[in-house]
């Protein structure tokens, strides 16, 4: 049995691998970090699900800021895949936590390959390192390739350039078999709330039920390729399973904008988007990314792999679970005694 070691194991993108591996039979171990309150929401389910496994997954506290623990937590497990998740992947956060993200970004994934480097798992482990297409930024080429150059736009972009050549770079030092996801937007209806996405279908659902009255965004003009997160983790898996490392593009090699996604987000609930949302500039980044595209030519040829779920399915299955938590909502609400609009 196979062990894989997932790093920001709950988050969106781990819990959709989490799911993967243990269905391909591998004990699942995932790093936490201790809080007060529980955060493991997007994986409980695995516990109760008859079809999964849980018995097969480990979670330990730990944290990229800790590289003494990682260190500790490597030697413990032995893992065979490291798949490297974990960050402040908010990029609009990263400017008001450049520090911080720095930290956990670029300097969490220096401690994490030194952790497998000084502990000697680093000649039988495989490596995957979760980086983005925020790295090319104010775009050099379009569409986006592996051989695009890098111009990040933003502290978290920065982070992640700085993640991307530490992997290339313990790959050509040590012989690390370690390779680079730059994985275009992704998202599902697991992606956190304060993406512009979900903040979008959450919106949608919600004004739909009379919960919400407006939704504030910031630039409606950048565009985006985005995907469906659950299709994407089996990417990272491909990689680790390939004889030779490499650094890969995934995307769906189509853009939309952000007012497209509002439109068919609003649309798919019977909603006319320009009732209903407005501009706040406090939503502006500092130096914005007005275009990314993603060319996953290579990860085809080699990997075989393409994406199925593409732009408008992808906003329809994360409003429609969106409209199903916002009519609970409301039913909630109305139980409790509580007078509400009708539903718009």
Excluded at 130 to 143: L, N, Y
Excluded at 246 to 272: I, K
Aim: hydrophobic share 35%; glycine share 8%; proline share 4%.
């Amino acid at each position: 049995m196979k062990k894989a070691l997932i790093t920001g194991i709950t988050g969106q993108d781990g819990s959709y691998l989490t799911e993967l591996l243990l269905e391909k039979g591998y004990e699942v171990h995932g790093i936490i970090r201790r809080a007060s309150t529980f955060n493991t929401d997007r994986i409980d389910h695995i516990y109760r699900d008859p079809h999964q496994d849980g018995t097969r997954l480990f979670l330990h506290y730990g944290d990229l800021a800790d590289g003494t623990n990682l260190a500790k937590l490597l030697h413990e497990i032995e893992p065979d895949e490291i798949y490297n998740l974990g960050a402040q992947s908010h990029v609009r956060v990263s400017f008001d936590a450049p520090e911080y993200t720095g930290d956990i970004v670029g300097l969490g994934t220096q401690r994490l390959l030194e952790a497998i480097h000084q502990t000697g798992i680093i000649e039988k482990v495989r490596y995957y390192q979760a980086s983005s297409s925020e790295m090319f930024g104010k775009v050099q080429e379009i569409p986006q390739t592996e051989t695009t150059p890098f111009w990040p736009r933003s502290p978290y972009g920065c982070a992640k350039v700085y993640g991307y050549w530490l992997t290339v770079n313990y790959r050509e030092s040590y012989g690390l078999h370690g390779s680079n996801g730059i994985l275009f937007n992704h998202e599902s209806p697991r992606r956190g709330e304060t993406f512009v996405t979900r903040k979008i279908t959450r919106a949608a659902g919600k004004i739909k039920m009379g919960l919400q009255d407006k939704l504030f965004l910031g630039n409606l003009d950048a565009k985006r390729d985005w995907g469906y997160a659950k299709e994407y983790v089996e990417m990272m898996w491909l990689m680790l399973q390939q004889n030779s490392p490499d650094d890969y593009v995934v995307a769906t090699n189509q853009t939309n904008s952000v007012r497209e996604f509002v439109q068919e987000s609003f649309q798919h609930v019977g909603l006319d988007w320009e009732k209903y949302v407005d501009y706040d500039k406090r939503y502006e980044r500092p130096a914005e990314v007005e275009l990314l595209i993603g060319d996953p030519a290579k990860a085809k040829k080699q990997l075989g792999w393409e994406p199925k779920v593409k732009f408008k399915e992808l906003v329809q299955i994360m409003t429609d679970a969106d409209l199903e938590l916002a009519k609970n909502e409301r039913n909630f609400a109305l139980a409790s005694g509580k007078n509400l609009p009708e539903i718009r």
